[in-house]
């Protein structure tokens, strides 16, 4: 049983602290320490000053925030802590009215929720030194096709619709930095096969996703990295959630009869990527396609149908690592077998 709860508000440089002992049903102390080594240390030594009770008393709690968040929370797994690290819009949504917004308040809500919370907590677990440099790696990747697709798009309408020596000039340029984008984009990718490759999990994984037709390198590693491998997400109706491809019913009372719909809480990056997946395993998988075509000629909409396939391939996807099987397009369930 818990006995303290630290809050903690992260910011680029510092972070506020708080601290809720349960014995005194109130924050005992609050203090700033700078986000670094030196800060992590002095923020031990005053919880310890403070506390004055074992690890296993004691739950830390903060705002999931990315970068400024990770250190601190790598820091106190390796020191044998518990951290919690929580989505800003759930714990937005828990502490009602505000009337102020300042990083010392906030450290004492989240101090606050993590006590009142605490049955819902889920214990912060570093991913692998391969899973994290991947996640940059697609970071930067996605930065890097963009400035290529704004360069390309922007070079040719210009050189469709002015004719000048700057203009030809801008084309010119243009063509070579796209060039240059698209080199560092394939030298991304590589980077990021031999980082599967080196760890045994991930290499079989990756081979078990990228078997599902419709799925290749960018999607597979993105699946990798969100489910941190498929552990921090097992279930695949999960992930579709995550994914925003699962909808969910909207009514109320007698009155409120909302249409189906799937959430606008999702990971709109990964839905994205499975958008084109899709579209490609619905010309290269004819089971996938046959649907497709079945579905449209019932008058179903495009997106419904497209977010069935999404939805199916998750399922394939959770299946064959679940099974640890290569996905089969000539497969036949036994019990159409059994049928025919």
């Known amino acids: 049983m818990k006995k303290v709860f630290i809050g903690i508000d992260f910011s680029k440089l510092k972070f506020d602290a708080a601290i809720y002992i349960v014995d005194r049903k109130s924050i005992v102390s609050e203090e700033v320490f ?10 031990l030594k005053w919880v310890s000053s403070t506390a004055c009770c074992q690890k296993s008393c004691l739950l830390f709690c903060g705002e999931h925030t990315g970068y400024y968040s990770a250190n601190l929370s790598t820091f106190l797994h390796e020191s044998g802590y518990d951290m919690w690290l929580v989505s800003g819009l759930e714990m937005k949504l828990t502490q009602g009215i505000k009337r102020s917004k300042t990083d010392r308040v906030d ?5 606050e929720y993590a006590y009142r919370y605490q049955d819902k ?9 391969e899973l994290e440099e991947i996640r940059e790696l697609l ?19 210009m050189k469709r619709v002015k004719d000048n020596a700057s203009c ?32 045994t999990s991930l290499r079989v994984n990756y081979k078990l996703v990228s078997s599902v037709v419709g799925i290749g390198l960018v999607n597979a590693a993105l699946i990798l990295v969100s489910t941190a491998n498929f552990t921090l997400i097992t279930n695949p109706r999960k992930f579709g959630c995550y994914c925003g ?10 009155s409120v009869r909302g249409k189906t719909r799937v959430s606008k809480l999702a990971n709109k990056h990964i839905k994205t990527k499975l958008t084109l997946a899709a579209q490609n395993s619905i010309r290269f998988d004819p089971e996938l396609k046959e649907y497709y075509q079945r579905k449209i000629s019932e008058g179903k909409s495009h997106w419904l149908v497209l977010n069935n396939v999404k939805n199916k391939m998750i399922h394939r996807i959770f299946a ?7 996905y089969e397009k000539q497969y036949i369930h036994p019990l159409k077998l059994q049928a025919a």
């Open 245 to 254: 491809v699962v909808p969910f019913e909207h009514a109320s009372g007698s």
């Open 139 to 157: 970071s930067y990747r996605e930065r890097l096709v963009e400035t290529r697709k704004v360069l390309s798009t922007s070079a040719k309408e």
């Open 168 to 199: 030809d000039f801008i084309y010119l340029d243009s063509l070579a930095y796209i060039t240059t984008l698209s080199e560092s984009i394939r030298n991304c990718e590589k980077r990021i096969v031999e980082l599967l490759n080196q760890d």
């Open 121 to 129: 907590s889920v214990l912060f677990q570093p991913v692998s030194k």
């Open 34 to 43: 700078e986000n670094g080594p030196s800060g992590y240390a002095e923020f």
């Open 107 to 111: 450290a004492c809500k989240i101090a």
């Open 320 to 326: 064959v690592v679940r099974e640890g099987k290569m």
